[in-house]
DNA sequence: ATCGGTTGCTAACAGGTGTTAGCCGGCCTA
DNA sequence: TAGGCCGGCTAACACCTGTTAGCAACCGAT
């Protein structure tokens, strides 16, 4: 995916705040109108700095997906020990998580009113960061430092158990992104049982 | 939450289809016309068995909320060591995800459709399951039996890995719920590191 | 044969939607 | 001073939306 030119100031503030509008309300319910009147404007002026209210989802969910395949991508590029690269990959996800929260909401819930071709390299893309997870969850378990009986199976409950954090995420909150971000790696990688010998491998 | 009364064969007709196109679409995205369209139908003759499109939204939630509190009842009525009780909560849950994920995609996604008061209650019930869950897993800390900072957090980030399910699960998949219910209870419980004596506890 | 209930169709209602085109005012530059 | 550009407003367009009311057909009971 590559980079785009920096919004103009206007444009900008149009996709914050049809954002957080999606991400509220979602795509199909936020009107126009209503977004036009939280800018201050009316609704026909917005065609001045977009072409649709498609393109604004469109260029919201690519962008997260450029965010996270850049951090993805930063997170494993040294040869560390793969859990340490599965911790930072999990640190990395979460940041783009915290960064912002309502572009990723939205990234992960209203992808599907994408029309055609977009919404197929859309869902490619994800497709192609879930598998990055999971390559690198099989290589932990090739490794031997991690073990599940099934990657692709572990990587969609990984990423699941950290895609809620929009939902629930607050700047003001008394944990920091990286806080989160370890924590998260810390209860996903050692799980919530307590280890005292034998028993572990209980049915 | 009491029982309703069981639908006559068109309205719960209606109330599946329905619920199919809302997962599918979104609860705002799919028209009355659609729907009728779905079902033979014109969107005119719905209303001789709903009282409205919000109406069928409403019943969904509400039910598939019913069924959560049903399972988690049943599977933490017994005095039973905690871990063994969460793990029933968690087979429990991932079986009503896994018996319609259809209208469970919809409880988890599309309740913000639903109008004051109902929405409201809906998230009352909503904060009320997850605490039953922050409950136990506390009861678990304080046990001996589970570790983490933070009951809250884990309850969240546990119940958010289950809730992936009605995205990807397919009922002619390889694994049945039970399997997977207990695949996941394995995986959130125990980690995704292997234990090899002196990696617990690595920062 | 008649009546009541159920179900579906049709047409309409009242309102909302995304988007376009023409116009206007302000600002900047030559 | 004039012209060009930018951005916003307005009104309209073409279409869609959820829902209602009246009507008709069918079925079962009396």
Chains 1, 2 share one sequence.
């Not at 819930?109 to 192609?128: I, M, N, V």
Request: proline fraction near 4%.
């Amino acid at each position: 995916m590559s980079a785009t030119a920096p919004l103009r100031p206007r444009k900008a503030q149009i996709d914050r705040t049809a954002t957080a509008l999606f991400r509220a309300q979602g795509f199909a319910a936020t009107s126009m109108r209503e977004l036009a009147t939280a800018l201050g404007l009316e609704a026909g002026s917005l065609y001045s700095h977009i072409k649709s209210k498609e393109e604004i989802l469109h260029r919201v969910c690519f962008a997260l997906a450029d965010s996270f395949f850049a951090g993805f991508a930063a997170a494993t590029q040294e040869a560390a020990p793969v859990a340490a690269q599965l911790r930072q990959a999990i640190v990395a996800h979460v940041r783009v998580l915290t960064d912002d929260s309502a572009a990723s909401a939205v990234f992960l819930h209203e992808w599907r009113h994408l029309s055609e071709p977009a919404r197929s390299e859309f869902l490619a893309l994800r497709d192609r960061y879930e598998g990055a997870f999971r390559e690198l969850i099989a290589r932990g378990v090739a490794a031997g430092e991690l073990h599940t009986p099934d990657p692709a199976f572990a990587a969609l409950t990984l990423l699941a158990s950290l895609n809620w954090l929009p939902s629930w995420y607050r700047p003001e909150g008394k944990l920091s992104p990286d806080d989160i971000a370890h924590r998260l790696a810390e209860q996903l990688l050692s799980g919530l049982v307590s280890v005292t010998g034998g028993n572990r491998g209980v049915a």
